[in-house]
């Protein structure tokens, strides 16, 4: 059997399974299975025959994934902003669309100097982990409840670059200069808690410290820590939805980190409350939501009249995805 033989059994096998895209996650499957460097190597590889060890290695690879196990738990990472992160069980799979809570932070961040960012329900701290390393001098704290989903982050901070016990992430010692034009390196450290119930005054004092050498920031201090920026992906499918979700996710994700109470918003009310107090003036907050959640945060704005609801924003696909919130 040829390798275009296998692909196109493999891509009938996944549409009988339900598969979404079956052709391209066959093509993931056997370029992965076959130790190919990219599915492009497939087409120049159609008419090699398979060897029956092969043919094993494939096998159960292609099972797992008709099982509805996703893909990314199969070859084992995703990419997210081009930064590479492991994902299994412990935590959701990062999202394409959530790739653009990043770019609103960094836009609102322009011209600001060492952000403290705080992530809430960080995962597998992909969001936490773009930030730190795309925006200059970022001190970011990424919290979440889970010790499992906190031990993942820091396997994927680790193997992108960020060394969360170290004096400073940045690849020149604490104190050297940076050369004309080089960025100044981010910082990243984790803490467990419930939402902003992390943000202790000694977990800020470690963050202040992450980046010793370079300038701090004027709003953080381990007595009145600011927040200058608030992101938070957190569980907002309503619990009524249960049972109901694509296997992928009903069957290999978390529950905890999927749903939010009977509107699918209990978590996010409860962030927004604590929030009072601990931002600094004219700092954002970017949530991402369920499509028809945004008129519900805008009408209940009034709740918390430290914040000023900023809009709600749709992702590429068209979809309203986020809401976001600045603090007055």
Not at 61 to 80: K, M, Y
Not at 153 to 170: C, K, M, Q, V
Not at 220 to 243: V, W
Request: glycine share 8%.
């Amino acid at each position: 059997m040829t390798v275009l033989e296998i692909l196109n059994r493999t891509k009938v096998f996944f549409e009988k399974k339900g598969v979404p895209d079956a052709r391209l996650d066959a093509e993931y499957i056997i370029s992965y299975g076959l130790g190919m460097k990219n599915r492009m190597d497939l087409y120049l590889n159609f008419e090699k025959p398979l060897t029956a060890a092969e043919l094993d290695t494939l096998r159960p690879l292609v099972a797992r994934r008709a099982n509805r196990e996703p893909l990314q738990h199969i070859i084992g990472d995703t990419s997210f902003r081009g930064h590479i992160i492991k994902c299994d069980t412990r935590a959701l799979v990062p999202r394409p669309e959530t790739e653009e809570l990043v770019d609103m932070a960094k836009k609102s961040l322009e011209g600001v100097t060492a952000p403290f960012i705080v992530e809430v329900g960080t995962g597998t701290g992909a969001i936490a982990i773009a930030c730190a390393k795309e925006i200059e001098g970022a001190k970011v704290l990424a919290t979440d409840i889970s010790n499992d989903a906190l031990a993942l982050a820091r396997e994927n901070a680790a193997a992108n670059g960020l060394d969360t016990n170290a004096a400073t992430t940045s690849s020149a010692a604490a104190g050297d200069s940076n050369a004309p034009g080089e960025k100044t390196a981010g910082s990243l450290q984790f803490a467990q808690g419930d939402l902003l119930d992390a943000v202790t005054g000694d977990i800020v004092a470690k963050v202040a410290g992450a980046s010793a050498g370079s300038a701090g920031s004027p709003t953080l201090s381990a007595t009145s820590p600011k927040i200058d920026c608030l992101i938070a992906n957190l569980p907002y499918i309503p619990d009524g939805e249960k049972g109901k979700l694509q296997p992928e996710v009903d069957k290999f994700d978390p529950e905890l980190a999927l749903y939010g109470g009977p509107d699918g918003l209990t978590l996010v009310r409860k962030m927004l409350q604590q929030t009072e107090g601990r931002m600094s003036a004219g700092a954002p907050i970017f949530l991402e939501i369920g499509s028809e959640q945004a008129p519900m945060l805008e009408a209940e704005a009034d709740n918390y009249p430290w914040l000023e609801f900023a809009g709600s924003h749709k992702d590429f696909c068209g979809n309203v995805r986020f809401v976001s919130y600045k603090a007055k």
